[in-house]
């Protein structure tokens, strides 16, 4: 039998080329090919007929979804975990994964049979976290083992299967080491083919690089049906779960957790969670409403701009886009008439929370201006509004949600956008200020 020559895989999208290449001709990312074994991807089709099949011809059923046991993850998923499905959970080592795992086999384990595979630690190790973690019971299995071929052996004893991580493990037949493309790519195959075909619930941890992406091929993340990303400040208590990808569900929703000592709790309102401890009457702060997914969110938005002694100027945020940043700093030098061209400026959204829409350009502006003209934004102001490079105000989805959620928590006045917010009834007890600049709302919110 003639000798299988080895190929070179893509690290980012599992391209495969006969030579190496600088730049992968598939993703076009520079130096991620890697020589691996020549053995053919063992990729099965799903069952099925093996015919086509009219749309009309389809058996529709209802999709089983079970509930985890902790309803922010369940908000996440999108009402519940769904029998048969593959949901992969990354983030940085340390920020509470397989913590957050461990804690749902206990409600799991009340109706049905979970194996825990763990290729990290130790049976004792896990042991003595599930007692830290309250989470005992005759139902949940821990195997510690990375040979994919005895994991498969010891599958038909569970119900719902957690994999702690996919970079562990390995196919003995492979020969390549754990964690590279090739052995991460055969694993989670393996494990879709389970989970598909016997309808096990199938949850993997996955390992981050130091850019923040998921290690190993990015079509790890194609595999699988749902991709959560557990996001949050080491130093800080809480935790941000979301949805990069849902077959199942939204990918909009966001869930909030608090590290304790006895595990993950679940922070049922996050807004005054984020609120706590703001300082009033102080320069160089404003609140925003925050929409996430169907969640609106109170947060503080921190400001500081101070004489620079450098030739450049030093910009820095921690919650907001850079990028956005700087578009904002350079809308409020030339349309809001402060000069900042000789000024450092930070920006910092409390809690360890990261804003990713644009009704955050008011509130950030305000903060700005605020600091830099060391005066407090009135008391009891909230704001949202998108900021346009004219500086016009734009509208924002949820008008209405947000303004409830600033009354629930009493705030007496909120600005926002003229634009598209005439037909936006605001409830009782609330004052609406509508503004259309950038100007006006400057004026508006010190008086």
């Known amino acids: ?207 981050v690089n130091k850019e923040g992406a998921i290690a190993g091929p990015k079509v790890l993340e194609h595999m699988v049906d749902c991709v959560l990303y557990f996001e949050g400040e080491r130093q800080m208590p809480y935790r941000i779960l979301r949805a990069a990808k849902n077959r199942f569900g939204s990918t909009h929703e966001l869930g909030v957790f608090e590290m304790r000592d006895t595990g993950l709790v679940e922070v049922p309102d996050p807004s005054e969670a984020l609120l706590a401890g703001r300082p009033l009457d102080a320069p160089g702060t404003c609140v925003v409403c925050a929409m996430e997914g169907t969640r609106p969110l109170l947060a503080e938005i921190q400001a500081l701009v101070t004489p620079t002694t450098y030739n450049y100027p030093r910009r820095m945020a921690n919650g907001v886009e850079l990028n956005r940043a700087l578009l904002l700093l350079a809308v409020l030098e030339k349309r809001g008439g402060h000069y900042v061209g000789n000024a450092d400026a930070y920006i910092n959204v409390v809690g360890g929370f990261s804003i990713n829409e644009t009704a955050a350009d008011l509130p950030t502006l305000l903060a700005l201006a605020s600091s830099l003209m060391d005066k407090p934004v009135s008391r009891g102001l909230a704001a949202f509004g998108e900021i346009g490079l004219t500086g016009e105000l734009r509208s924002v989805r949820a008008a209405e949600q947000r303004l409830l959620e600033m009354k629930r928590l009493g705030f007496g006045r909120c600005m926002m956008p003229a634009q598209g917010t005439r037909a936006v009834r605001a409830p009782d007890g609330i004052e609406v200020i509508r503004v259309k600049t950038l100007k006006e709302a400057l004026r508006l919110a010190f008086e």
């Open 1 to 207: 039998m003639a000798k299988q020559k080895n190929v070179f895989m893509c690290g980012e999208c599992g391209a495969e080329a006969l030579r190496w290449q600088g730049q992968c001709p598939s993703c076009k990312a520079w130096n991620t090919m890697r020589e691996v074994s020549g053995v053919p991807a063992r990729v099965t089709a799903a069952a099925g007929s093996g015919r086509p099949l009219k749309l009309s011809e389809i058996r529709m059923a209802d999709e089983v979804r079970f509930k985890t046991g902790m309803n922010e993850l369940d908000r996440v998923l999108g009402g519940g975990a769904v029998a048969g499905s593959l949901a992969l959970a990354a983030g940085e080592p340390g920020i509470g994964k397989s913590t957050l795992l461990l804690q749902i086999c206990g409600s799991l384990c009340g109706f049905s049979k979970v194996l825990y595979v763990s290729g990290e630690e130790s049976a004792r190790q896990i042991r003595l976290r599930a007692e830290r973690l309250g989470v005992m019971s005759e139902n949940l299995y821990i195997l510690c083992e990375t040979n994919m071929d005895i994991i498969a052996s010891s599958l038909d004893c569970a119900d719902i299967l957690i994999i702690d991580s996919i970079q562990t493990m390995f196919m003995p037949d492979i020969a390549s080491s754990p964690g590279s493309v090739t052995q991460v790519r055969e694993c989670t195959m393996s494990l879709m083919r389970h989970a598909k075909g016997r309808g096990v619930t199938v949850f993997v941890v996955g390992h």
